[in-house]
């Protein structure tokens, strides 16, 4: 099991920036797919972008794309999500989560697929 813990959520206004941090302890990630997903109120959980830990591949969902960078950093198990140009429907708690798969759904987006979840950081993008 590998435990998450996420940072870094708060207030700001449309068009600015966060950085949001996930701690992962216990088993190594090092073989994991990580991913960041958000829940608004009433919506399903979606994915927002994920990583494959050893190859480095990325997904963005297409809301996000040019906006959002998601990066690691090996040393410490840590992993970040960069959201510039912030929007009002970016509003949402966000959730650092970690599987090692099998994964069936493209872009490693199905939540369903994660094993592991983090207890979520909210965000809130004022207009």
């Known amino acids: 099991q590998v435990q998450l813990v996420e940072s870094g959520g708060g207030l700001v206004q449309a068009g600015g920036s966060l950085r949001l941090s996930c701690v992962a302890s216990?088993?190594?990630?090092?073989?994991?797919?990580m991913g960041w997903f958000r829940q608004a109120p009433g919506k399903e959980r979606e994915s927002v972008a994920s990583i494959n830990w050893i190859a480095g591949t990325v997904h963005y969902a297409d809301s996000v794309k040019g906006r959002f960078v998601i990066t690691k950093d090996n040393a410490k198990d840590t992993l970040f999500l960069q959201m510039n140009s912030l929007k009002p429907d970016d509003t949402a708690v966000y959730y650092c989560?970690?599987?090692?798969?099998?994964?069936?759904?493209?872009?490693?987006?199905?939540?369903?697929?994660?094993?592991?979840w983090g207890q979520g950081t909210q965000v809130t993008v004022s207009s």
């Open positions: 216990g088993r190594a990630v090092s073989s994991h797919v």
């Open positions: 989560a970690a599987g090692r798969g099998p994964f069936y759904c493209a872009g490693y987006v199905c939540p369903d697929e994660y094993s592991d």
